[in-house]
């Protein structure tokens, strides 16, 4: 994900009261970094140049079984 | 020194020695040495003198003992333990009724003739490498106390490494029982996803929970796996598989290919690791290298899928308890509650693509070589170490060399090496990964090493 930790901040601000938490500003600064280093581990999996690249079928996900 | 289970157990049987008295020392050792250490959160003596009389009965009346007859060994605190509650390394489940009944795991160690001595320290909710919990305290590395044990199944590492009990059990979502067998020095076990029943186990990540032993021999290792197996239809994702005994002395079948895993396994190895790695591979004739090009992919489907479901299971007490949670993951775990459905699914789909990339290589190799931990075990309280020339996080770093293995399930045995023999007394493991439903060829590659003196505990 490459958008700035403003959009990320909003989106963790709206889920977090999606979710029914409440927290303080500060808290919910923390969370939002922790939600931004998910969101770069992320990307490796999600941006069309991901190795390899990710071209996955948009149908289900299978159930994993070796 | 750890006392080999087996080594125990025969003297059990022959009557050289008895459970009774076995269990003394054990009980001994551990009420002298663990407060060095803090492996144990709960010992369970009294239930243990009553199982180990009953092994000396059962040989007084002239039974056949079983495979692990009088051998003491103990619990990563999220397996349930009749009469005790299950804490999984949290105060938020201190005041839990106790469990009613033992986890399955620990039913087949009971039948198996092991005596079972107490609980373990681990990572809260098993979210963690270092096993440094605020609650209960850090566990430490055996063989340097200001070190970590490693996690999240630290207390499951020291406990064997520090020579308290020759066995215990663990869990591995990421790296739980490798990484503290990586620095604990011990031989720890991951078995293939689905092959041991996780039935009375506190979960973590469902998808990706497994559960396995950890033992001072390869020896003990394989005996223990064996009397683990066995299908769980409570289970969902026990396999419905016989039983394939391994037995007490794996070797590898002529003309084993193995492979050193090179790229990211090499990338994230510091120095140590990487002479572990070239050690093992000596030992082994291995001399091909191969590269897993999912593997960050596959770490961040982990990483993702952990976050998730982590998230989602710890939701309402979260919200209700925040504070009493461990302030080094509870924000992650927040966080991780808020991972939208897409990257989610996404992360599924990712394994499915890693998993046949990993069978394409297992065309090609029968074992696959890595390290099992970046580097040697960090001082507790560091928050960062230098990789490389990096300073990197360490709680997010040491799992980055399991989770790509155990995002796709497959079998590995973690071997101790000690890199310096003459100079620091650490070792740094390496994992000998197999196809699925092979954790044979693991334990005999394993045995290999440990034959030729370069893996031990």
Same mark, same amino acid.
């Given at each position: ?18 979710? #029914? ?46 | ?5 087996? &080594?125990?157990? $025969? ?10 008295? =076995? ?5 001994? $050792? ?44 103990? =619990? ?85 490494? +520090? ?6 059990? /663990? ?7 490798? =990484? ?25 990540? &469902? ?26 239809? $409570? ?16 070797? *590898?079948?002529?003309?084993?290919? %193995?492979?050193?895993? /090179?790229?990211?396994?090499? @990338?994230? +190895? ?14 082994? #004739? ?24 982590? /998230? ?11 504070? @009493? ?42 074992? *696959? ?19 490389? #020339? ?9 799992? *980055? ?15 101790? %090496? ?40």
């Amino acid at each position: 994900m490459s958008e700035s930790i403003d959009a990320l901040h909003g989106y963790v601000r709206s889920a977090l009261v999606l979710h #029914g938490y409440a927290f303080s500003d500060a808290q919910v600064a923390e969370i939002t970094a922790q939600f931004a280093r998910i969101a770069a581990i992320a990307e490796t999996i999600l941006l069309p140049a991901a190795k390899p690249p990710a071209d996955l079928d948009p149908g289900t996900a299978p159930v994993f079984r070796p | 020194m750890s006392v080999s289970a087996l &080594d125990i157990a $025969r003297r059990v049987r022959s009557g050289v020695g008895s459970a009774v008295s =076995v269990l003394a020392e054990t009980r001994a $050792r551990i009420e002298t040495c663990d407060p060095a250490f803090n492996c144990f959160t709960a010992t369970t003596f009294e239930r243990a003198q009553r199982e180990a009389a009953a092994i000396d009965a059962r040989r007084a009346r002239g039974e056949t003992l079983p495979s692990l007859a009088g051998v003491p060994y103990a =619990v990563k605190n999220l397996f349930d333990i009749a009469g005790v509650t299950t804490l999984a390394g949290a105060k938020v489940n201190a005041e839990n009724p106790a469990a009613a009944a033992d986890a399955q795991l620990v039913v087949q160690m009971q039948a198996a003739g092991a005596i079972l001595v107490g609980a373990l320290n681990m990572d809260e909710h098993a979210y963690g490498f270092t096993c440094e919990n605020t609650h209960y305290g850090a566990t430490r590395n055996p063989h340097d106390p200001s070190r970590v044990s490693g996690g999240s199944s630290g207390g499951s590492g020291a406990a064997v490494g +520090a020579g308290l009990v020759p066995l215990s059990l /663990g869990s591995d979502t990421g790296g739980s029982i490798r =990484v503290p067998a990586s620095f604990c020095g011990v031989f720890g076990l991951k078995p293939t996803y689905g092959r041991l029943s996780r039935t009375g186990c506190f979960p973590f990540i &469902d998808s990706l929970d497994h559960v396995g032993p950890l033992a001072a021999t390869v020896s003990d290792l394989a005996v223990t796996y064996d009397a683990l197996q066995g299908a769980d239809p $409570r289970d969902h994702a026990c396999a419905q598989r016989d039983i394939e005994p391994v037995g007490a002395a794996p070797l *590898l079948p002529a003309g084993t290919r %193995i492979g050193i895993l /090179g790229g990211w396994f090499q @990338d994230w +190895a510091a120095p140590p690791a990487r002479r572990a790695v070239q050690m093992a591979a000596e030992v082994l #004739g291995a001399t091909q290298w191969c590269e897993f090009k999912s593997a960050a992919p596959a770490r961040a489907a982990a990483f993702i899928i952990t976050g998730a479901e982590g /998230g989602a299971l710890h939701l309402k007490k979260l919200k209700a308890r925040y504070a @009493d949670f461990e302030p080094a993951s509870r924000d992650r775990l927040v966080a991780g509650s808020l991972i939208p459905a897409a990257w989610l699914i996404q992360a599924q789909r990712m394994r499915k693509i890693a998993y046949d990339e990993a069978l394409e290589l297992f065309r090609h190799f029968d074992v *696959l070589l890595a390290p099992a931990a970046p580097d040697y075990a960090p001082l507790i309280g560091s928050e960062t170490f230098t990789l490389n #020339g990096q300073t990197v996080p360490t709680r997010a770093t040491l799992g *980055l060399l399991t989770q790509p293995i155990s995002c796709i399930g497959l079998p590995v045995c973690a071997a101790p %090496i000690w890199p310096e023999p003459e100079g620091i007394n650490l070792s740094v493991g390496v994992q000998l990964i197999a196809a699925p439903w092979r954790e044979d060829l693991c334990l005999a590659a394993a045995a290999t090493l440990e034959r030729a003196g370069m893996a031990h505990a």
